[in-house]
């Protein structure tokens, strides 16, 4: 499954590695050529916010989808 996403601030970033987190399975960030674990708060913040990034996940997870739907660009 694959997703865009654009995390505006601090609490975005907070509550989608949180979501993260509890979804069994791999999830990546990939902005660009640069790809991080989405579970890690760290690795989340230094990718920076306010850009466009795609959501990777090795299993579908309609929980995860629908905490991070608000998150979701076109």
Known sequence: ???KV???NEKDVE???KAASVCPGAIDLKSGSVYLDAKSL???MSMGMKR???VICANYDPN?????SKFAVA
């Not at 995860?64 to 991070?68: A, D, G, L």
């Open 64 to 68: 995860f989808v629908q905490s991070v």
């Open 42 to 44: 760290l690795g989340v």
């Open 52 to 54: 466009e990034m795609r």
């Open 1 to 3: 499954m694959e997703l």
């Open 15 to 17: 509550e989608f590695v």
């Open 6 to 8: 654009m995390l505006k």
